[in-house]
C-alpha cells in the first residue's frame, strides 16, 4: 500500500497557518488585557465592599461632531463603550458622573445633530441603566457664557438629561452622600441673566444644606466644615460637580503634575510628553489658565467654596489629572478626559464613599491609543505577510503542476 505523502509546499502552508493563528491569538489577548481599566488592587476592595458608596466619574467624552471622520468617530467611541462595559463589569459602580463636554460640537450641533449625539451616549453608557446617572454641563455643550445662544442652550441640556434645573444646576443624594453640581460658565458674577440664576440656585441650595446639617449633625456644623476633608477624612459636606476647575494660575499646585501623552492628532492645549519619547529630566514651566475660560475666576471659587463648604469638589475641561487642596482644606480633583481625541493616555476616577463619611479616589488608567494602533499595525503586516506567503506557494504549486514530466 502506497501512502501519498504531503508536499513540502503543503506543509509550509499549514505552519503558516498556524503561525497566523498564533500572532492573531496573541495580538487578540493582548488587545483584551490593554483594554482593561487599570485601576490598583484597592480599587478592586473597595467594588467589593457592599457598606459603601462607589462611583465611576468619567469627563469630557467629546462624542464626536458631524464635521468628524466616520473612521475616527468608530473608533474612539469603540474605545469608550469598551471602556464603559468593562468598568461597569470590573468595578461594580453605584453610580456614575460625567463632568460635562459630553458633545463635542454641542454649542454648534442643531436639533437634529444634538439628538444623534444623545442617542450615541445612552446607548454608551447602557450598562449602567440601573444606577442613577448624573450629567454636568460642558462648554463644549452649550457654549460660554459670552457666546452667542448660550443661554439658548441651556433648555436643551437640561432636557436632555435627568435632574437639571433651567441653570442645568442640579442637587441629589445617593447613600447619604450630598451631591451639588453647577452651571460653571455661569458663575462669572458679571450681572448676566443666567449668571444672576445661577447666584439664586448656590443661595437657595447652600441655605438648604446648611439647614439639612445643622439638623442632622450640629456639632459637625459647629466645629468647621473639612475636617480631615483635605486627606479623605470625615465631612459632611457636599461633593461639589464643576466642568471647568476652581481657581489656579497654573497646575504647578497638582499633585503629581501630570503631563499628557500626545501624537499631532491629539487636541490637547499646553505641555503634552510625545508619542515615543522618554520623559523630560525637568517637567516644562506650567503655562498660565485663562481665568473665565480655563478656570473659575478667584472670587467665583472662594464663592462657591464658603457657600457649601464641600467635602470635595470634582472638575473636568483641562484633560489633565490634577490632585490639590485649597487653603482653606478642601480638596479637588480635576479628572482628564476619558477620549483618544484629547490625550494618548485616557483615564478616569473612581471614588468610594464609606460609612465614616470619608472617602477614596482611584485613578483608572486606560488603554494608550498610539499602543492599540501599533497592534492594528502588527495584526496588519501579519495577515499581509501570510497573504504574500501564501500566494508564493499557491504559484509554486502551479508551477510544479504545469512542467510535464517527459
Not at 68 to 83: G, I, K, L, N
Not at 316 to 338: K, L
Not at 343 to 348: H, K, L, N, T, V
Not at 391 to 401: E, G, N, Q
Request: net charge neutral.
Amino acid at each position: 500500500m502506497w501512502v501519498k505523502m504531503a508536499s513540502p509546499q503543503s506543509k509550509t502552508h499549514t505552519w503558516l497557518l498556524l503561525l497566523l493563528l498564533c500572532i492573531t491569538g496573541a495580538l487578540l489577548l493582548g488587545h483584551h488585557v490593554l483594554m482593561e481599566p487599570s485601576c490598583g488592587e484597592s480599587a478592586s476592595s473597595d467594588s467589593s465592599s457592599s457598606s459603601s458608596l462607589r462611583v465611576m466619574v468619567v469627563a469630557d467624552p467629546h462624542f464626536a461632531g458631524p464635521r468628524t471622520a466616520w473612521v475616527d468617530r468608530v473608533r474612539r467611541e469603540s474605545f469608550m463603550r469598551s471602556v464603559f462595559q468593562r468598568a461597569h463589569r470590573r468595578l461594580n459602580p453605584d453610580a456614575l458622573v460625567v463632568l460635562g463636554d459630553v458633545s463635542d460640537a454641542g454649542r454648534k450641533s442643531n436639533d437634529a445633530q444634538w439628538s444623534a449625539v444623545l442617542a450615541r451616549f445612552w446607548d454608551m453608557v447602557r450598562p449602567f441603566s440601573a444606577v442613577p446617572i448624573q450629567v454636568v454641563v460642558g462648554n463644549h455643550d452649550v457654549g460660554d457664557h459670552h457666546d452667542p445662544g448660550f443661554s439658548s442652550r441651556l433648555p436643551r441640556f437640561a432636557a436632555s438629561f435627568p435632574g437639571l434645573d433651567d441653570t442645568c444646576g442640579s442637587r441629589f443624594t445617593w447613600s447619604g452622600v450630598d451631591f451639588v453640581s453647577l452651571n460653571a460658565m455661569a458663575l462669572h458674577g458679571d450681572g448676566c441673566s443666567v449668571c444672576a440664576r445661577v447666584e439664586k440656585y448656590v443661595e437657595s441650595v447652600s441655605s438648604a444644606l446648611k439647614t439639612h446639617r445643622k439638623e442632622s449633625n450640629p456639632e459637625q456644623e459647629i466645629k468647621g466644615h473639612n475636617i480631615g476633608g483635605g486627606d479623605g477624612g470625615a465631612s459632611t459636606g457636599p461633593v461639589l460637580l464643576l466642568h471647568l476647575p476652581l481657581y489656579r494660575a497654573d497646575d504647578s499646585a497638582c499633585t503629581p503634575i501630570d503631563l499628557p501623552r500626545c501624537a499631532p492628532w491629539h487636541d490637547l492645549e499646553g505641555s503634552c510628553l510625545k508619542v515615543g519619547s522618554a520623559p523630560p529630566l525637568v517637567l516644562p514651566q506650567e503655562e498660565l489658565h485663562r481665568v473665565g475660560q480655563d478656570v473659575l475666576s478667584y472670587k467665583s471659587s472662594t464663592q462657591v467654596l464658603q457657600s457649601f463648604r464641600p467635602r470635595l469638589v470634582l472638575s473636568g475641561h483641562t484633560h489633565r489629572w490634577c490632585d490639590r487642596v485649597h487653603a482653606d482644606g478642601t480638596r479637588e480633583v480635576t479628572v482628564p478626559s476619558m477620549s483618544w481625541r484629547n490625550r494618548d493616555d485616557p483615564s478616569f476616577a473612581f471614588l468610594t464613599f464609606h460609612a465614616n463619611s470619608s472617602f477614596t479616589i482611584h485613578r483608572c488608567m486606560l488603554a494608550h491609543e498610539s499602543t492599540v494602533i501599533m497592534l492594528y499595525v502588527l495584526w496588519g503586516c501579519t495577515i499581509l505577510s501570510w497573504l504574500l506567503a501564501s500566494s508564493f506557494i499557491l504559484v509554486s504549486r502551479l508551477r510544479s503542476k504545469s512542467v510535464k514530466p517527459e
